[in-house]
């Protein structure tokens, strides 16, 4: 199977960066929206840091957009992209097993599509192009 992994790239880039705004700069609000009464400033500040990490990867993902991936090629993003959706994929079908919110489902099912992908983008060696 031959993904392009431009697309991916930019795709999860796109994903992470929106997530990492909107932890950044707006959890209060997303708290409210998920109808989190408790909000210590302990969590907000949580979530500004995972926002960080978030915008983080998502510049990550940005750069590394062009660069041949697959196999040992870009190997560092792969396996952390690759790690991050397939922990974070396992833990929302979990959380959406126990607690059936809507939007466990819908990051569930982007959070799996993108491990997919990046298993698949681990498991490929990249073809040369003539």
């Known amino acids: 199977m031959n993904i392009n992994t431009k697309y991916v790239m930019l795709s999860s880039s796109i994903f992470m960066g929106i997530i ?24 907000l ?15 990550l993902n940005w750069a590394g957009r062009s660069a041949i991936m697959g196999g040992i ?3 560092p993003i792969t396996i952390s992209n690759m ?16 607690q059936p919110d809507l939007i466990f489902l819908i990051l569930a099912i982007f ?5 997919i992908l990046f298993a698949i983008i681990f498991r490929t060696h990249p073809q040369k192009t003539t």
């Open 73 to 75: 090629y870009a190997f």
């Open 83 to 98: 790690s991050h959706f397939i922990i974070g994929a396992l833990s929302l079908i979990k959380a959406y097993i126990k």
């Open 111 to 115: 959070y799996t599509i993108f491990a």
């Open 45 to 59: 500040v949580l979530l500004q840091i995972m926002g960080g990490l978030y915008f983080g990867f998502a510049y």
């Open 20 to 43: 990492g705004l909107g932890l950044s700069f707006v959890p209060e609000e997303l708290l409210s929206v998920l109808e989190v009464t408790e909000i210590s400033r302990v969590l």
